[in-house]
């Protein structure tokens, strides 16, 4: 079944291995000028929009392979009548389904995971020129492991929904429709909870800082309220007259993997769910009728 | 070796929309080819994707080959042959015998490259581009491959020219002859099955109108010709009167008074297929 399934997806595999090879080789040659220069306005000059768009590709990317290759990897086979060849032969459908799953769904996320992997260590002589930290958004999503885990997720739910709704075109629309809200949510509203975040009241904030939650405190550390329109001098002067500091609660730089791990384990959990979920579906949804 | 290659009982499948079989209960015998005969939305098709494990039956049990069709593939003994013989449009000839040959253990690589050869299909050419009939060849040649017990064609012949049809059914038929394998074959054209099966069964409307050996059908049937006036006698499938004459088929032996002759698979299939149509209307 693996040749079959391989034969049924090559083009599919191997378009998706292409793009990911392609935006490797230019992630290092990238890095290895990019590490040659020693202005720092050179690089955002020279490599400025490379970020922007790196950052664009690669945001979409995961969700586009993942429904590329999931997508028709059963919902055009039941489209075009085929897995009833496929499922009347001696073997049996759990091991139609697994095969085709591993042998289309493998390659392209260890080769996104790769790719993140890839990126962080790329990324790191352009870092004076991004914003914000690598667990800021959109840098954290596109480094380190969360982009094979991403891809993961967005493959298998197509494959799955592929197979419940036997249409290729509505399985890719309705894993987007599904994927985008759902990496916004884990963004904004897990992310920060991942560890309880440091609090300071201190102005500088280490280098990479991931700033989660601000308040405004009295000396005593209890909450206060502050208004910095009702000033009519400069604010930090106006806040130390009235006796209030600005505390806030950040994630340090150096949680980046620990939260890379988290948020993958995540993604991968879903993928996982939605699996089991398709290996019901192949016994008690794919019926002809 | 068991006599009865496939048997259901009281076998029913309810669509949202109605019945796809209501209670069936019937027997194929082993050795046998056995037509499946009825009009189009019968029930044949769902009869076969529930003895292949494509489908699930509401109630009613079937057993193929003495087996219960489990959610474990298709029964090993058994090769099935999809209405649109479904194959990889993209793989060529050679790439889907492999398929056939890795999906398949105890698969005869020499015998289905023999069957393709034989069909002149080349092998190097991509499913996609070959004909009608020539698909069926291939279709065919990966169904026999697996050298099956039971061999089920569902419709092989349907959107074949004459000629297509005549060799995929004499490709069938010698491979019979060879090998001594059950083949259930539906139709709902009459004519390509007369004289080729020997065993009936006439589904309509999702019910077992008529089954049995063929000869003894025949035997056990008359077409009776003769005057309107005349008394019917017992078991009349169906009566037509064209102007004075009656011309009736019945279950019975020869009828005196009557012209008596023994139907012909046609006659007899379209006289049950036709009665059951004007108690449904």
Redesign the interface.
């Known amino acids: ?4 399934a391989w ?2 997806q090559r083009l599919q595999i191997l378009l998706g291995l292409c793009v990911i090879a392609g935006l490797a080789a230019v992630m290092t040659v990238v890095r290895f000028d990019a590490q040659s220069i020693t202005d720092e306005r050179l690089v955002d000059e020279r490599y400025g929009t490379y970020v922007n768009y790196l950052r664009l590709v690669l945001l979409a990317l995961p969700v586009l392979l993942g429904v590329f290759i999931g997508g028709p990897l059963f919902g055009r086979e039941i489209e ?14 759990t ?1 139609w389904w697994a095969s085709k799953i591993v042998v289309a769904g493998l390659p392209v996320i260890v080769g996104m995971t790769l790719l993140g992997l890839l990126n962080s260590w790329a990324s790191a002589p352009l870092r004076a020129v991004m914003f914000g930290g690598r667990l800021v958004t959109p840098t954290f999503e596109i480094e380190g492991l969360t982009l094979g885990a991403y891809t993961a997720l967005a493959f298998t739910l197509s494959a799955t929904i592929g197979l419940l709704v036997r249409n290729t075109l509505a399985a890719m629309v309705i894993t987007v429709v599904a994927y985008v809200p759902l990496i916004g949510l884990v963004g904004n509203a897990l992310r920060p909870a991942y560890a309880v975040p440091v609090t300071s009241t201190d102005d500088k904030m280490p280098a990479g800082a991931w700033i989660v939650s601000s308040s405004y405190v009295d000396a005593a550390g209890n909450p206060a309220s502050f208004s910095p329109a009702a000033c009519t001098t400069g604010i930090p002067e106006c806040m130390r007259t009235q006796g209030v500091v600005r505390r806030v609660g950040f994630q340090p730089d150096d949680r980046f993997w620990s939260f890379q791990a988290i948020e993958a384990g995540l993604f991968v959990a879903l993928a996982a769910l939605v699996v089991v979920a398709g290996a019901w579906a192949v ?1 008690h949804r794919l ?3 | 070796m068991t006599t009865i290659a496939l048997d259901a009982t009281a076998l029913t499948m309810r ?1 949202r929309r109605g019945w ?1 079989l209501r209670d069936c209960t019937f027997e194929l015998p082993a050795g046998r080819i056995s037509a499946l005969i009825g009009p189009n939305g019968a029930g044949k098709s ?1 009869l076969m ?1 529930i003895a ?5 039956q509401t109630s009613g049990e079937i057993r193929v080959l003495g087996q219960v069709p489990g ?4 029964n ?1 003994r058994l ?2 042959l ?1 209405q ?1 013989k ?6 060529t000839v050679e ?1 889907m015998l ?3 040959a ?5 698969w005869d690589d020499q015998y289905a490259q023999r069957l393709v050869r034989e069909a002149d299909v080349p092998f190097g050419a991509k499913i996609g581009t070959l004909s009608g009939g020539q698909r069926t060849r291939v279709a065919l040649a990966i169904a026999m491959g ?1 050298r099956p017990e039971l061999v089920m064609l569902d419709e092989p012949l349907a959107d074949l020219d004459p000629i297509a049809r005549q060799e995929v059914m004499h490709a069938v038929l010698a491979e019979v002859a060879e090998t001594g394998m059950t083949v259930l074959l539906s139709s709902h054209v009459i004519a390509d099955l007369d004289g080729v099966c020997d065993h009936l069964l006439l589904l309509a409307d999702g019910q077992v109108r008529l089954q049995g050996d063929v000869e003894d059908l025949l035997t056990q049937h008359r077409v009776l010709v003769g005057s309107r006036e005349l008394v019917l006698p017992d078991g009349v499938v169906e009566a037509r009167t064209t102007g004075r004459q009656a011309t009736v088929l019945a279950r019975t032996s020869d009828v005196p008074g009557w012209d008596n002759n023994e139907p012909s698979l046609e006659e007899l299939a379209l006289a049950y297929l036709r009665s059951t149509r004007k108690v449904a209307a």
């Open positions: 079944m693996t040749w079959v034969r049924q075009h009548g085929t897995h009833v060849f496929s499922l009347t032969q001696s073997i049996g459908r091991r016994h019926r002809m009728a | 669509y796809g769902t994707r292949t494990g494509l489908q699930r959610k474990h593939g298709a090993r090769a099935f999809g649109d479904p194959l990889f449009k993209a793989f790439e492999r398929a056939g890795k999906l398949n253990p105890g697996r």
